[in-house]
């Protein structure tokens, strides 16, 4: 039995409103991610560093944000911190939960590039007179961080899409806040909510047409 | 006999034999079986006791109705925002679940007359130095995603135009809110307030006023286009209060003096 009946019309008068949370939804996004790189590279360096405290934390950072999920990871920054006496916005809490996700995935992602790296390229450079780090800086990293590059888009697409998730620490600026707040208002649901889905498929697809596009640019031959 | 003749006189035996479609009237008396949309992390209007079983006025309320309409009632647990959506989906009957009249919901469901009505408390956290409703001004503040006060009070902070709102999915995760410090004050239904306070949960928070918005009455809905489930649902209300269930149920989950389900000079 199905008898609902479509109104796109009140779902379409929202659509800048919608447009508008995209942006908050893109940015926590791309802060995340650029963060998360960041952490990722810091964690890549702890496992190779030889230290074993070093390579433990940066090892239960993976463990902890690849195995539990990211729901909690979120409602953990938020209120679990909260219990603690740490206060943090939702929009911290979910930058936060998903930059802790991120920074684990990338993390895999850094150690696997690393491994399709032969040894034989540092030897190179310290041949050539480069320290180990400099050696690491200007012939391993830019290597690492292409290979890592695609996989890494997907992460960018996952971090897009685990926004949503902020609605359960009262985000209410980003895209799936804003569409959970208008339905809230009228109940038009199917309308609503198809129409968020249908902003975060178009954004995620940008986002992975402008990765290979740089990809391509960057990393040819 | 022609076979045009023929070919219409079959067709109109066909129509003629076919039953009136059945409306969810119908559907729910021939399926022994209602199934009501209850919000359970309501309380006293819906929870669960210590077996986890649900409890509370709107569960009761459902199996009256179930009773009245010779059915067994099967409470289905919806959380505020799913209220709607779940009638919609065909998961439940009918939604009891202290569900607000707005106009703007009467666009997409059907409303029975009020069968409850709230009035509006401010709770805080001490120290926070919210004393009343207008105290409130500046501060962050929360309240349940898509609940009537939810959306009376982020309207009022936009007009305020300073301090800033919070929706949380449940209402557990309000007063987990408050009492952590994450806001510093919600308002909600006073049954509410009051359950939460006294229930010893949330400790550092207390009732501070009452908040300057409309009584809100609360209807029972169906789809919209079910006139003769909508007809039953109202005439149940109104022989609800006629035979004075309503004040012992009032009287067995809220106390105090029973609200008035009507509005002076105008109908409905």
């Known amino acids: 039995m199905f008898n609902y009946s479509f109104r796109w019309n009140q779902a379409l008068q929202a659509l800048p409103q919608m447009l508008e949370g995209a942006l908050v939804t893109l940015q926590i996004a791309i802060l995340s991610m650029a963060i998360g790189i960041v952490i990722a590279i810091v964690l890549t360096l702890f496992r190779l560093s030889g230290s074993k405290a070093l390579s433990a934390l940066a090892q239960t950072w993976v463990e902890v944000a690849r195995n539990t999920p990211a729901l909690f990871q979120i409602y953990m920054a938020h209120f679990g911190l909260g219990a603690f006496g740490i206060h943090l916005s939702p929009y911290a809490s979910l930058l936060l939960g998903i930059t802790f996700n991120n920074a684990g995935y990338l993390a895999e992602n850094f150690r696997g590039a690393l491994k399709a790296i032969p040894e034989t390229q540092i030897r190179a450079g310290r041949s050539l007179g480069m320290p180990q780090l400099q050696a690491f800086r200007l012939i391993v990293m830019p290597q690492m961080l292409r290979i890592a590059f695609l996989p890494a888009t997907n992460q960018m697409i996952w971090a897009i899409l685990m926004t949503s998730l902020g609605v359960t620490v009262g985000m209410n600026t980003d895209l799936a806040g804003v569409t959970q707040d208008l339905n809230a208002r009228s109940f038009r649901t199917f309308e609503f909510f198809a129409l968020a889905a249908v902003i975060y498929y178009v954004i995620a697809k940008v986002v992975m047409l402008a990765a290979r596009g740089i990809a391509w640019r960057m990393f040819r031959y | ?99 607000s009249d707005t106009l703007e919901r009467a666009k997409t469901v059907g409303m029975s007359i009020p069968y409850f009505a709230f009035e509006m408390a ?73 359950a939460n306070v006294k229930s010893g949960n949330f400790e550092g928070i207390s009732v501070v006023g009452m908040a300057p918005f409309d009584t809100d009455y609360v209807s029972l809905f169906a789809m919209r286009e079910e006139y003769g489930l909508i007809n039953y649902l109202n005439l149940f209300i109104n022989q609800q209060v006629r035979t004075g269930r309503y004040a012992e149920l009032y009287e067995k989950w809220v106390g105090g003096e029973v609200p008035d389900l009507t509005v002076g000079s105008v109908y409905r």
Do not use: H
């Open chain 2, 1 to 99: 006999m022609k076979t045009s003749t023929l070919a219409f006189t079959f067709l109109a035996a066909s129509g003629l034999a076919l039953p009136a479609a059945a409306d969810a009237l119908d559907d729910i008396i021939s399926s022994g079986e209602l199934r009501c949309a209850v919000v359970l992390d309501f309380p006293p209007m819906g929870s669960r006791d210590e077996n986890n079983n649900p409890i509370g006025f709107d569960v009761d309320y459902c199996n009256d109705l179930a009773a009245a309409l010779g059915v067994e009632a099967e409470i289905v647990e919806t959380p505020f925002p799913e209220r709607i959506p779940a009638l919609m989906s065909g998961r439940v009957d009918v939604g009891v679940a202290s569900t």
């Open chain 2, 122 to 194: 401010v709770t805080a956290r001490d120290g926070s130095g919210v004393t009343s409703f207008d105290t409130m001004k500046g501060k962050t503040v929360g309240a349940t995603a898509g609940t009537y006060e939810a959306i009376a009070l982020q309207e009022q902070v936009d007009a305020w135009g300073e301090g800033s709102f919070r929706p949380y999915q449940t209402q557990a995760d309000v007063f987990l809110a408050l009492a952590q410090g994450q806001i510093d004050a919600t308002v909600s239904t006073s049954t509410v307030a009051q």
